[in-house]
């Protein structure tokens, strides 16, 4: 640092080093109010990407799982390849033709545990947890558009899925300080009723 005025041994005085004090302390608090500012800007990003992509990918292989429902390669064996039921969404396919669906990823179940806030995907020999899900639903569709209870009338799915940060936000007033993020899907599956 250059001080300009210097006195006559060309030393610092005390007030122009408490000058030179104070004013480096309050561009090194700003500097640190910034930091501290983006810090949080980018911890918030964090968890907006985090929970988007843990949404979309809940919903690309539910997504996926429906589509093949009711695969059936080998004739004379019928099944329904979705099963009404009003608290879990049961979906089955044979894969690999061999007339049986037990092996994996050929009856697959979506739970949801509110009391976990998590989405449970169980298939023979495998399971898949998501964390940080505040609701996931579900509702039948008939040909029509109209709302199901019937198993064989099954041609649609409405899926909806709220997926929530990991973490709070202080900046954030609403739901505790959760960010979240719902998305709804009507899925077509290709197979039903062939």
Same mark, same amino acid.
């Given at each position: %640092? ?16 408490? @000058?030179?004090?104070? %004013?480096? =302390?309050?561009?090194? !608090? =700003? %500097?640190? *109010?910034?930091?501290? +500012? ?5 911890? =918030? ?5 985090? %929970? ?16 093949? +429902? !009711? $695969? ?20 089955? +396919? ?17 739970? $949801? #545990? +509110? ?8 298939? /023979? ?9 505040? @609701? ?5 569709? #008939? *040909?029509?558009?109209? =709302? ?11 899926? *909806?899925?709220? @997926?929530?940060? &990991?973490?709070? #936000? /202080? &900046? ?12 709804? *899907?009507?899925?077509? /599956?290709?197979? /039903? !009723?062939?």
């Amino acid at each position: %640092m250059v001080f300009q005025h210097l006195n006559e041994r060309g030393t610092v005085t005390v007030a122009e080093l408490l @000058a030179a004090v104070v %004013m480096t =302390a309050a561009s090194m !608090g =700003a %500097m640190y *109010s910034m930091t501290i +500012a983006q810090n949080q800007v980018f911890s =918030a990003q964090d968890r907006a990407v985090e %929970m988007d992509q843990t949404a979309r990918t809940i919903m690309t292989m539910i997504s996926q799982d429906l589509r093949m +429902a !009711g $695969y059936n390669p080998v004739r004379g064996i019928s099944f329904n390849g979705i099963t009404y039921d009003p608290v879990q969404l049961r979906i089955q +396919a044979d894969l690999n033709g061999n007339g049986v669906r037990t092996d994996t990823n050929e009856d697959i179940t979506y739970s $949801y #545990d +509110a009391a976990n806030l998590r989405l449970l995907r169980t298939a /023979p020999h495998s399971l898949i947890v998501f964390q940080n899900i505040q @609701a996931f639903t579900f509702s039948y569709l #008939d *040909s029509n558009g109209s =709302a199901t209870t019937t198993s064989a009338d099954i041609r649609q799915v409405m899926v *909806s899925i709220q @997926a929530r940060a &990991a973490r709070p #936000d /202080p &900046a954030y007033p609403d739901n505790n300080g959760y960010r979240s993020l719902t998305l709804e *899907s009507r899925v077509t /599956p290709r197979n /039903p !009723g062939l």
